[in-house]
């Protein structure tokens, strides 16, 4: 037997890990701060939707590529929200935080990127 099995949480992430692999893309921390970027996204996405404000300006294939913040999540990006939890001490923060930084990476978006987590709070989330 392993150490690691010795030392897990529970026998589902010890023994029989390798049994329940694949539902780690649903069920891990991962997932969960994928799950908490996918809700930020369509949440901005709906509000560039709503045209209110200064989001009238902005242009349908600008918007769009917000998909691209998620279709391309991984775990690397998953580690910078983590790095970012560590400073903010707030996990929702953190997912916010980074949409934020990748707003700025998508031409036309920058702009808007204090919309992200307008009027919600992190149980919205």
């Given at each position: ?25 649903y069920f891990s921390e991962f997932a969960l701060i994928k799950y ?59 997912v916010e935080y980074f949409l934020k930084e990748k707003l700025e ?21």
């Amino acid at each position: 037997m392993e150490l690691n099995t010795l030392t897990a949480i529970s026998p589902i992430d010890g023994r029989y890990r390798s049994k329940v692999a694949e539902l780690s893309q649903y069920f891990s921390e991962f997932a969960l701060i994928k799950y908490r970027l996918a809700v930020e996204v369509a949440y901005l996405k709906a509000l560039f939707q709503s045209r209110i404000g200064m989001l009238a300006n902005a242009k349908e294939p600008d918007i769009n590529q917000l998909d691209s913040v998620l279709q391309g999540f991984c775990l690397e990006d998953a580690k910078r929200i983590k790095e970012i939890e560590k400073k903010t001490n707030h996990d929702i923060k953190a997912v916010e935080y980074f949409l934020k930084e990748k707003l700025e990476e998508i031409p036309n978006l920058s702009e808007f990127k204090e919309m992200v987590h307008f009027a919600l709070t992190s149980q919205d989330i």
